[in-house]
């Protein structure tokens, strides 16, 4: 082929053509009109809000504490322009961003070298463009590459310490700021308020840009564009028009297995039955969305045979200083021994306590109390199945 299918490659491309040679096809070589969904959309919404107020900061060399009242300004700006809906979803935005503008404390521009910094690097006969969320200064031999993620769930530590998306960013940084010998990396976890960090070995950063250049030749080579089934089917933006997200929501299935000893069978089918639940839990879940939103104007539905009603489900929970003196009372039993016996403390409402303290004692702090915290906890460990697919 003369000339090149791509004139220029990006971690996007990249990894489409990775997870599905037709969503790859369709959006990139026929232009396809994309229809990006709301988690999609939501995330753009953030990084753009976070992008204008660090922007600002640089501009005006601000040495400070962010504006949570221009936060707000910035956020209502970008929640208009996005054709996002939803009190709920508006107020979980509203809240991820003023959490970081808490946990930022005090910011100088002078720390900040760059925000959507863009970059072309060169790869074999490609150039890799790309844009790093933001980038700031450590120390004379340090630089922290940041990239800002709204995902509910947190990264592995094999996920990040392989993410193809931090190795290019690793390497562009050390062309853009040759002085850095150091290139710290970091996933910016909005919804948790951490920051997963990570580095690159020399061997590591090679092999990812010999694994670029090869899956780029893969890419200009290829003549056929099978679709493949993966998890992030529901989330795709072409998933209207591909046969292979059509044939999932009918729950048709390829591969089954007739000799459970041949494992390999076995895996294959499992992976196409918890890709098709993905899609068809989705989908469930969409539906029901609808059938909600009409329960919510009437008390039932009786459609294709089925009776539909939205009922509350109750649950007790008992206030622990009343409820132990009750049953000190009745019982005579001392009420330390009532608490040990009783009292646990929940990991989710533990958490969301050290959140807010964090605003008040600093991440530091929050981060000695809660290894003190752990080290206190019992630990219980149950076998769990885990699946992930390898290239």
């Known amino acids: 082929m003369s000339a090149l299918r791509n004139q220029h490659l990006s971690y996007s491309r990249l990894s489409r053509f990775e997870a599905c040679p037709l969503s790859y096809k369709l959006h990139y070589l026929d232009k396809h009109t994309a229809e990006p969904g709301v988690p999609l959309s939501f995330g753009k919404a953030l990084h753009t809000v ?17 504006s949570e009242e221009r936060t707000l300004q910035l ?25 970081f503008v808490r946990q930022q404390g005090r910011v100088d521009a002078r720390d900040i070298l ?50 193809l998306q931090l190795s290019l960013y690793a390497l562009a940084a050390r062309r853009m700021w040759p002085w850095a010998k150091t290139v710290r990396l970091s996933m910016w976890m909005l919804r948790h308020g951490i920051r997963q960090e990570t580095t690159r070995t020399e061997e590591q950063l090679e ?21 493949r089934l993966n998890p992030n089917c529901v989330y795709c933006d072409h998933r209207r028009t591909c ?11 390829g591969v089954v297995c007739e000799d459970t000893s041949d494992l390999e069978s076995v895996a294959r089918e499992r992976q196409e039955v918890a890709h098709l639940a993905k899609i068809l839990g989705a989908r469930k879940a969409e539906l029901e969305g609808v059938l909600r939103a009409h ?67 600093g ?8 290894a003190e915290l752990d080290s206190l906890a019992a630990k219980h460990h149950s076998p769990r199945f885990w699946a992930k697919e390898v290239a």
């Not at 976070?50 to 962010?66: A, F, K, N, S």
């Not at 208009?80 to 961003?97: E, P, T, Y």
């Not at 991440?363 to 809660?370: D, E, I």
């Open 207 to 227: 092999a990812a840009l010999a694994y670029v250049e090869t899956l780029g030749q893969q890419m200009e080579k290829a003549e056929s564009f099978p679709a």
């Open 75 to 99: 956020y209502r700006e970008e929640w208009a322009a996005s054709g996002l809906s939803g009190l709920d979803l508006f107020q979980q935005g509203l809240g991820i961003l003023l959490d």
């Open 363 to 370: 991440t530091a702090r929050v981060a000695l109390l809660k």
């Open 295 to 361: 329960l919510a104007e009437q008390d039932e539905l009786v459609l294709a045979g089925t009776r539909y009603r939205m009922f509350n489900t109750t649950s007790l929970d008992y206030p622990l200083e009343p409820t132990v003196a009750v049953l000190a009372r009745a019982t005579g039993l001392p009420r330390e021994e009532l608490l040990q016996r009783l009292a646990s403390v929940e990991k989710k409402a533990l958490d969301a306590l050290l959140k807010d303290t964090g605003k008040r004692l």
């Open 114 to 163: 760059a925000v959507e910094k863009e970059f072309r690097l060169p790869v074999g006969p490609f150039t890799v463009l790309g844009f790093i969320d933001r980038v700031d200064w450590v120390d004379d031999e340090t630089v922290h590459v940041m990239d800002y993620k709204s995902n509910h769930q947190l990264f592995t530590r094999e996920e990040l310490d392989s993410s």
């Open 243 to 253: 046969p292979a997200y059509a044939r999932a929501l009918t729950g048709q299935r």
């Open 50 to 66: 976070l992008e204008r107020l660090l922007q600002e900061v640089i501009d005006t060399e601000y040495v400070g504490r962010l």
